[in-house]
């Protein structure tokens, strides 16, 4: 079977992947606050490097919005022209965004297969999601099949999102301050570690430490609080605007892991807006 892959834009794949695994970028939006409108559709990295600019000058975050059923359902419809049997959605966690009911709603109009998922993730965790799709789709699964696989490993923890924000406030003006409790302050100076609960789909804060090599360690001993060390995994670094941080952090993966790939991406406009500039960190699959 011919099987297309969705992802949504916060996914912050690697480029050079959407031809390699054959995957589709369905952008989410975003408003700013005089009502100026721009997709997260970001290619290279002169793009962003000025979306980062122009979110540093502004008082006021732009707020993003998910794509309209409409335009999910151009995506369907345009993979079923180009002869595709077969549609797997990757979405970005529910407790983010409303983007996977809108790919479920929409999927029940069509006669060909489409499974849509809930990652319970977003960032470069979701391209990894899709890597791994592709993988078993190559070994002949049904999307069925494979959809089930990614929903078993991510309940099984074998997909780690873990990064650290050295801008709070932006997690402040974007408005989710409710949800960081404990961590809401002068915070400036502070960098602080987050990663994705694998359960809830929600952002959560686990430690603050001051400097970035902390944080880097930070980081790595999360992941090591749900991958052992050795195991195999493929990683994806990345980054807003902070990518000097990221050769310091492939080197403490790569000697506490046996990587089989490793990678990196920058963070699109959405995920940028909501953890800011100076943002760094890693998505990890656990391979074995």
């Known amino acids: 079977m011919k099987t297309k892959i969705l992802l949504d834009s916060t996914s912050d794949i690697p480029h050079d992947w959407l031809d390699k695994l054959d995957v589709t970028l369905i952008p989410l939006h975003l ?14 990295i002169s793009d962003i490097k000025d979306f980062w600019n122009r979110l540093e000058k502004s008082d006021k975050l ?19 022209k180009e002869g595709y049997e077969e549609i797997l959605v990757l979405c970005i966690s529910t407790n983010m965004s409303g983007t996977y009911n809108t790919a479920k709603l929409v999927a029940e109009e069509f006669d060909i297969p489409i499974y ?3 990652t319970k993730n ?5 391209a990894l999601a899709a890597k791994r799709a592709r993988e078993l789709l190559n070994e002949g699964k049904s999307v069925e099949e494979v ?29 989710r301050v409710s949800k960081f409790q404990g961590f809401v302050g002068n915070l400036l100076s502070i960098n602080v570690g987050l990663y ?16 970035e090599k902390k ?29 000097d941080s990221l050769a310091s952090l492939r080197k403490l993966l790569e000697a506490t892991y046996n990587v089989r790939e490793i990678t990196t991406s ?5 995920i940028s807006t909501h953890v800011g500039p100076g943002t760094a960190g890693f998505a990890l699959y656990k391979v074995k």
């Open 31 to 44: 408003t700013w606050p005089d009502g100026v409108q721009e997709d997260d559709d970001s290619r290279d």
């Open 62 to 80: 732009p707020t993003s919005s998910q794509p309209s059923p409409g335009e999910i359902r151009n995506f369907y419809e345009k993979a079923l």
């Open 116 to 118: 849509v998922v809930d």
């Open 122 to 126: 977003a960032s470069s965790i979701n």
């Open 147 to 175: 959809g089930k696989i990614i929903e078993k490993e991510i309940a099984e923890e074998k997909f780690q999102a873990i990064f650290y924000v050295s801008r709070f406030d932006y997690l402040v003006k974007g408005g």
């Open 196 to 211: 994705i609960e694998h359960n809830t789909g929600a952002m959560i804060p686990f430690k603050k430490v001051r400097g």
């Open 215 to 243: 944080a880097r360690t930070m980081l790595i001993n999360k992941a090591l609080e749900e991958v052992p060390e050795g195991s195999t995994v493929d990683i994806i670094l990345v980054h807003a605007d902070n990518e």
């Open 266 to 270: 920058f963070m699109g406009k959405v």
